[in-house]
């Protein structure tokens, strides 16, 4: 689960990390009396989406030499009126891709006499099972872009859990940042309040960029991202009401209330799998046999008639799938059960494409036999190659 900027702020300043003052705005009208509220000289206005970029990010029918989502300026009205001009409209970055996303809340600080730009983040290390650091001189850039160009740039190191945080960390940041004097006392401080927040709020990924050193000599969290852990949401009551569900997909929203595993992708073909693993390698093959998976849909091993027809219904409701491969193994899950489901939803949503099924497992030949005695079009797949081929066919002459 990911929040906004304005958010996280308030989550590093509760936990002692220096960030700029500022005020979220989400009605128009609000946006003055915002600005109003902070000292200035300079007021930076920001729009608020879940996708990096949006200082370089441009709006869809945006006037000749129009700023992107990020505005200095130099006085409250001109921060209100700023504001004003973008909210409601769609802004896209790199992150967003062509479809961008709509600004529904815009954020207003106080701005910063900039010295220096750095980069720092923690994230999980999936190789080592650890929370890692990752530090660069180069802030306020894609992190991506500097590891590619310049690598010896980026300084990464993990966090042992048995021994845990020390002042060590912190200065083993502060000399890879090049800090000095009373930045160094100051980047101990950041580096351990972070790792605090980063356990105890079950973050995923927590990024400063740019962590910048102030004309004064200070550190200050610039902008700040931050990914929670979403199966840990259930001990972290008020994380999960900062959750903007406008950012999300709609269909993987609606997934996520039936319990159902669902991303949505690019391609043509959608796909309806139990099991994490069959199911990336049911997109693998698609991709092998000349077509593209427009989903990544896992329906669990305890999936109900009800599931399966709910998880038909969000992969149907994507304009772009032109044809579906339902591929179950049953172990947990009965293939009697996937077979009843899948005549349920396409009764109920009224399937239009071509639908392909390969079953095995548990009721196997029950779960075929229901297919093959209903009154809906199917085409059955003996195993997953087949089904690819027979779908991508499909999809190519319809």
């Known amino acids: 689960m990911n929040i906004h900027e304005y958010q996280a702020k308030q989550l ?49 029918e945006a006037s000749a030499g129009e700023k992107g989502g ?23 970055t790199h992150q967003t891709g062509p479809v961008g996303k709509v600004v529904n809340r815009i954020y207003i600080e106080d701005g910063a006499e900039i010295a220096r730009e750095l980069y720092l983040a923690l994230l999980i290390d999936r190789n080592t099972s650890r929370i890692a650091f990752v530090c660069s001189t180069e802030g306020g850039m894609d992190i991506e872009e500097v590891a590619a160009n310049t690598p010896e740039k ?34 101990v401080a950041l580096v351990n309040n972070l790792y605090r927040l980063f356990t105890e709020r079950d973050c995923e990924m927590l990024e400063i960029n740019p962590l910048i050193v102030t004309a004064d000599g200070d550190l200050k969290c610039l902008d700040a991202k931050m ?34 595993n669902y ?30 998976p427009a989903n990544f849909l896992d329906v669990g091993g305890g999936a109900t008639t009800e599931k399966v027809t709910e998880a038909f219904k969000i992969i149907t409701s994507d304009p772009n799938v032109k044809g579906i491969l339902v591929n179950i193994f ?28 390969r079953l095995e ?8 036999k229901i297919l093959n005695e209903s009154d809906v079009s199917v085409i059955a797949a003996d195993d997953l190659a087949d089904a690819a081929e027979k779908i991508v066919k499909a999809v190519k002459e319809a």
């Not at 200035?40 to 441009?58: D, L, T």
């Not at 021994?163 to 100051?186: M, N, T």
Request: hydrophobic share 45%; glycine share 14%; with cysteine.
């Open 227 to 260: 990914g929670f852990d979403g199966n840990a949401m259930y001990r972290q009551k008020d994380i999960l009401a900062l959750r903007d569900e406008t950012e999300e997909d709609p269909k993987e929203l609606e997934a996520s209330k039936f319990d159902l």
């Open 263 to 292: 991303i949505a992708l690019d391609g043509e073909i959608g796909c309806m799998v139990n099991g994490a693993g069959l199911a990336m390698a049911t997109m693998d093959i698609i991709k092998l046999y000349g077509s593209e």
């Open 330 to 357: 049953g172990g947990i899950m009965r293939c009697d059960v996937i077979a009843e489901g899948v005549i349920a939803a396409v009764k109920e949503v009224g399937l239009k494409v071509p639908l392909v099924v």
């Open 361 to 368: 497992g548990t009721n196997v030949e029950l779960g075929k």
């Open 70 to 92: 990020v505005r200095v300026t130099k006085s409250v009205s001109e921060a209100a009126e700023e504001a004003q001009k973008m909210l409601g409209r769609t802004l896209v």
């Open 12 to 60: 590093l300043k509760a936990y002692g990390a220096p960030v700029s003052e500022g005020r979220a705005v989400l009605k128009a009208d609000e946006a003055k009396s915002a600005a109003g509220e902070l000292d200035g000289p300079v007021w930076v206005v920001k729009a608020q989406i879940h996708a990096g970029g949006r200082g370089k990010g441009k709006f869809k």
């Open 154 to 187: 980026v300084v990464s190191f993990n966090v042992d859990p048995a021994s845990g945080i020390s002042g060590f960390h912190g200065r083993r940041v502060a000399f890879a940042l090049g800090l000095e004097g009373k930045q160094v006392k100051q980047c």
